[in-house]
T-cell receptor, first 116, second 112 residues
């Protein structure tokens, strides 16, 4: 079974702090994703990566950055946390298909971040 | 741009009754469609997908979905609902740039 793990289930930080959320997958997937989930808004893509050291902006990248130094690890960084970044953060991974047909995404359990 | 719409925020159904969770899509090109489920305090889990072929797609936990090209719909169905099916359900469509785009989710409540 594919396993995607996230470093914390719950996190409480103060405004202005730098926050690191880490995601690790154990299935050698090329693609990795960071989403935030908010009630009524569904999942919104923050950043994704299709290879080591590669990153692409998603729909809402402002206020976030990412790092992918190793294939299995994809980190989300909040440079200066703000209260409007309080949310559930979900990491996912998938195989890359040259056909262009997206493959199933496998999700971690999520990190519920509260910024005070 | 690719998009999916889930018109119902919540669906209530009695245990043992059939359930339907609705999804409509808007795409340019071939539609590749997915359903995911999220149980409380968990990440999303894949249920099923439509790529090509039969319009009725069977997935995990007894769920199935019907692809209807003329109505641009991909509704999720189950013949007999269980209380354990209570969860948040997301429809998703291929996005050429980012992989997939998710809908806003529908909360399914199965009443004993």
């Amino acid at each position: 079974d594919v396993k995607v793990t996230q470093s914390s289930r719950y996190l409480v930080k103060r405004t202005g702090e730098k926050v690191f959320l880490e995601c690790v997958q154990d299935m050698d997937h090329e693609n990795m994703f960071w989403y935030r989930q908010d009630p009524g808004l569904g999942l919104r893509l923050i950043y994704f990566s299709y290879d080591v050291k590669m990153k692409e902006k998603g729909d809402i990248p402002e206020g976030y950055s990412v790092s992918r130094e190793k294939k299995e690890r994809f980190s989300l960084i909040l440079e200066s946390a703000s209260t409007n970044q309080t949310s559930m953060y979900l990491c996912a991974s998938s195989v890359a298909r040259t056909s262009g047909i997206p493959d199933t995404q496998y999700f971690g359990p999520g990190t519920r971040l509260t910024v005070l | 741009a690719q998009s999916v719409a889930q018109p119902e925020d919540q669906v209530n159904v009695a245990e043992g009754n059939p359930l339907t969770v609705k999804c409509t899509y808007s795409v340019s090109g071939n539609p590749y469609l997915f359903w995911y489920v999220q149980y409380p305090n968990r990440g999303l889990q894949f249920l099923l997908k439509y790529i090509t072929g039969d319009n009725l797609v069977k997935g995990s936990y007894g769920f199935e979905a019907e692809f209807n090209k003329s109505q641009t719909s991909f509704h999720l169905k189950k013949p007999s609902a269980l209380v354990s099916d209570s969860a948040l359900y997301f429809c998703a469509v291929r996005d050429i740039h980012t992989g997939v785009t998710f809908g806003t989710g529908t909360k399914l409540q199965v009443i004993p």
